[in-house]
């Protein structure tokens, strides 16, 4: 319904739900809290593979 203001079936505006409506949170894994969180493990996993990549292959161990 490219175009229009107002809901063909309804005859309502959409304005989305309320400003912090918590009705709908259900687990929180995309609020700002968690995605902050995943970036900083991720930067974690990162520099631990930078650092663990400066050691010899026996050091780390094979998997043997």
Same mark, same amino acid.
């Given at each position: 319904? !490219?175009?229009?203001? =107002?809901?063909?079936l *309804?005859?309502?505006?959409?304005?989305?739900?309320p400003?912090?409506? $918590?009705?709908a949170? !259900?687990?929180?894994? =995309?609020?700002a809290? *968690?995605?902050?969180?995943?970036?900083?493990?991720?930067?974690l996993? $990162?520099?631990?593979?930078?650092?663990?990549?400066q050691?010899?292959?026996?050091?780390?161990?094979?998997g043997?």
């Amino acid at each position: 319904m !490219k175009g229009r203001r =107002r809901c063909r079936l *309804h005859g309502g505006r959409n304005p989305g739900p309320p400003l912090g409506n $918590k009705n709908a949170l !259900k687990h929180g894994l =995309r609020s700002a809290d *968690h995605t902050a969180l995943k970036h900083m493990i991720a930067e974690l996993l $990162k520099t631990s593979d930078e650092t663990l990549r400066q050691f010899p292959i026996d050091v780390r161990g094979t998997g043997d």
